[in-house]
């Protein structure tokens, strides 16, 4: 037999297994094959019940043991062609079971368990005669059963964007997908990724610059989030400041047009220097009468990457277990890494602390220098960027995330933990609206203390060198 994917969800996690189901002469071994393999892939102790239903192709609810295990070996493995769904839910052994009607469907099936103490429900559709490919599972997201986006991308054919816009093409929250740039090939990236068997559209716009903005409004039309990687690539040699007089004016205009055709759209500003961009950002806004806050954002989430990787790696951890808070801004010596709040919690000796923070300041450099003028860190930017905008469509969806992000400080009142930076990177809490409330500082070392209040002159006027030079070359009216 051909092997079977399960999906099933496990506390918060989702998990995806490809098991190779042989036909057993007793049914309840094809079972054992399927908890053993569970269990073992994914540390779930004994004292943790394990339940699997399938929805069969008459839409009956059914047990996968005795009798009707075969039943299910049957429907996979030959006859005609239909779709199974295997429903897994994992219980906790005080979980009270409530009891359903064998002939009950898959809605009625959860109506009539209202009170169960299950954890997250899972459907996976498998096709047979023959298998066919499921396709990619976007970072263990499984299926989206919430509400789902439209989402551009504003450097769409870029060293990011490519990336940025394969990894939203799989994410089962988005539902469509657009993006813009000024590379003639930009459709070509749009129809390239309309061909991933995934459900959503994709369509890439492209004007030449000077051209017009037709093909950049109607790239932004209906947007619910937008993500701008748009800008020249840093360079050998080249800081975040020399970035600024070339990106400066592209994110303008792309957030101009933003502010024009979708007002109300999460703005994810990922073009560097961000410490600079997003006040920029901020000033066209206002000064077209659209500014919130709460849509507003930097991403950072490449630095908390970083120090999840690195301090894993140095400590013998699955990075994604880990979670190390970043605070600040996104350049160099304004990249604070929290290492003492770092879950699990892990201790370091001042050398590993002191090795491990610069690295990950400089985490950019070190890409810069590996590639040798080939570019920059385009990929894992990417990745984090991807990441970071499913949090954000987890919280308009109602799902409130916790992440570090860029934000207005006047977002929270009371923040006293910044001194004046208008702009700052903390733990925010996203929700329906956005940010939804920007969180303190919380309890750091000396060590990270003096840190922050050494780089804080440095972010405050990075930000102020974004504001002003909106202010001098931003004309609404033009």
Known sequence: MDPFIVKFSYGDEIVRLKLDLPGKSHPAEGVAVIDSTVRAEYDIPASTSLKYLYQDADGDLCTLKGSTYEDFLAHATGGEAYTLKLLVRVAQTNAQEAKAPKDAGLEKFEEAEPDHDWSLIQVAEVQNKPMQAVAPDYLGLGSAKSKRFNVCVLGMAGGIGQPLTMLLKMNPRVKQLTGFDIAPFTPGVGVDLSHIDSDSTCIGYFAPPGSGDEELYKSLEGADVVLIPAGVPRKPGMTRDDLFNVNAGIVKNLVAAVAKVAPTACILIISNPV??????????????????????MGVTSLDISRSRTFVANLKGLDPAKVN???????????????????????????????????????????????????GSATLSM??????????????????????????????????????????????????????????????????????????LPTLIEQGKKGAKWAEENDCPGI
């Open 275 to 296: 410490n600079s961009t997003v006040a920029i950002a901020a000033e066209v806004l206002k000064t077209r009468g659209v500014y919130d806050p709460r849509k507003l």
């Open 382 to 455: 990417a990745y984090a960027a991807a990441v970071f905008a499913d949090a954000v469509m987890m919280g308009l969806s109602g799902k409130k995330q916790e992440q570090c992000t860029f934000v207005d400080s006047s977002i929270t009142p009371g923040l006293d933990d910044r001194s004046e930076a208008k702009f700052f990177s903390s733990v925010c809490t996203l929700g329906p609206d956005g940010v939804e409330k920007v969180h303190k500082i919380g309890n750091i070392t000396k060590h990270e203390q003096e840190l922050i209040d050494d780089m």
């Open 324 to 374: 190390v808070p970043v605070v600040g801004g996104h350049a160099g010596t304004t990249i604070v890494p929290l290492l003492s709040q770092t879950s699990p919690k892990v201790t370091f000796t001042d050398e590993e602390r002191d090795a491990l923070t610069k690295r990950i300041m400089f985490g950019g450099d070190e890409v810069v220098q590996a590639k040798d003028g080939a």
